[in-house]
């Protein structure tokens, strides 16, 4: 039987290729390829259901073919409907545009909301924004899809609609939409999105840090340096992660970065202090001599501000710095804190340093640790540099009682790497052996089995 349905939704292709070839929705060949589809539509074999969506997305043409298709909607159960929602999205003809709106407006199905929704992004307008914006808070798939939407959706009046309602719409609302114009890439909105850095909302806020993360230069430095001293906690974290970004990673960052300087050197006192975390992730010789300076003061405030600072640098250049105070530190707090930005900075992907150096940083930072707490977080460090060096210096590790447990989760991430372990295979799979006899933890050993087997791992 299901060979025969086979044959069958072969030669309805390969009707509906021919009959529907060419037409235009007029005529009486046009009206039978219609009539076809419909009946494809209405089937209960899923082959043939697909073959009639084929030819709605891209078969027969034409306004008057697209009034037929739409007029089905009301007729069909709600899983069809949301498939022939998503055809004539796919089909791009706007006369679908006043039936799906009513579709997406009456149906209590989520999945033909949705694909209703997806379909305005493609053939929608400015007058489908409102509709998407008040989605984008609903639950799923009419979430996403309304984002999906939002994103895609053509026209400079969408695109106006959009901004508007990203200034006038709930905050939540309202946050979804900057970060929905960044995906668009919308630069010309760039002066909105500074000015919704300064937001009495928090969630407002945030968005536009974010999105101005992903688009913007050294005009926009100023804004961004207001919106990271207006926000605290975990939204100054996130808005220092954007200033970072645009002076590190964006084009145009170098000048981007030096008007961050010029911001930090204008700043008075109360802003500086909040300003240094910023300063030392984007890096550069200024700033470098600026924490120099704050470390080399008698005042020990300004010395523990210093030093709190130059942990956080974004490279290996001040490994040397860190070790020599580490080395004269008689403050054991002092010690561990800069302890921390060597074991931080040592295997950094995207240091100064080769592997071989970055290793043998790390080597002189086991060194200088004095508990087993400190080299357990050396060997958890050590499998970011991918070698087999680096492997062949964890794996003694695992005759420590104290440390063994840190040196599995760090040989297994190594596994991780297939070219790695299969370069190394007899090593690795010793070394996988032992972890799953010492190790404690089921998902490590679940890990290694599946490695020693050649498999990969879902994280």
């Given amino acids: 039987m299901s060979s025969f349905l086979t044959t069958r939704s072969s030669c309805l292709a390969l009707l509906l290729a021919v009959t529907s070839a060419g037409f235009c929705g007029v005529g009486r060949a046009a009206d039978e390829a219609v009539a076809m589809v419909e009946s494809l539509l209405a089937a209960e074999d899923v082959g043939e259901r697909a073959i009639g969506l084929e030819r709605v997305r891209y078969g027969i043409k034409g306004k008057a073919a697209t009034d037929r298709l739409v007029a089905l909607l009301p007729t069909l159960p709600p899983a069809a409907q949301a498939q022939l929602a998503a055809a004539l999205g796919d089909r791009a003809d706007a006369a679908a545009l006043p039936a799906l709106n009513a579709l997406c407006g009456s149906s209590k199905d989520a999945s033909v909301r949705a694909a209703c929704m997806r379909a305005f992004g493609t053939i929608g307008g400015r007058a489908e924004v409102a509709a998407l914006s008040q989605a984008l808070v609903a639950a799923e798939p009419e979430k996403t899809a309304a984002r999906r939407a939002l994103t895609v959706i053509g026209g400079a009046d969408a695109v106006a609609a959009i901004a508007a309602a990203s200034k006038s719409a709930e905050p939540e609302t309202r946050a979804v939409l900057l970060e929905v114009l960044a995906d668009r890439r919308e630069r010309g909105l760039l002066s909105d999105f500074v000015a919704a850095a300064v937001d009495s909302q928090a969630t407002v806020r945030a968005a536009a840090m974010r999105s101005l993360g992903k688009l913007g230069g050294a005009d926009q430095i100023p804004g961004m340096v207001l919106g990271f001293l207006k926000a605290e906690g975990k939204e100054r974290e996130e808005a220092e992660k954007a200033i970072v970004m645009v002076c590190t990673k964006n084009d145009g960052r170098d000048q981007s970065a030096a008007r961050f300087m010029e911001i930090f050197k204008a700043a008075n006192a109360t802003d500086r202090e909040p300003l240094l975390s910023p300063l030392a992730k984007i890096g550069g010789s200024g ?70 150096e970055k290793l043998d940083l790390l080597k002189k930072t086991m060194e200088l640790c004095t508990n087993d707490k400190d080299r357990g977080r050396v060997l958890e460090r050590a499998n970011a540099i991918r070698t087999v060096e680096t492997f062949r210096f964890v794996v003694p590790y695992l005759d420590e009682p104290n440390l063994a447990e840190s040196a599995c989760r760090s040989i297994v991430e190594l596994a991780h790497h297939r070219k790695l372990r299969d370069d190394n295979k007899d090593e690795f799979m010793k070394a996988l052996d032992r972890v799953i006899a010492t190790t404690k933890n089921p998902e490590l050993i679940e890990r290694s089995e599946r490695y020693k087997q050649g498999k990969t791992w879902e994280r």
């Fill in 287 to 356: 700033a470098l001599e600026i924490i120099d300076g704050l470390v080399a003061d008698a005042d020990a405030v300004k010395r523990q501000l210093g030093l709190k600072t130059l942990v956080k640098w974004p490279d290996a250049t001040v490994s040397k710095r860190l070790i020599d105070l580490v080395g004269s530190a008689k403050d054991p707090s002092e010690r561990d804190l800069l302890l921390g930005g060597l074991i931080r900075i040592a295997p950094l992907p995207d240091n100064k340093l080769k592997d071989n």
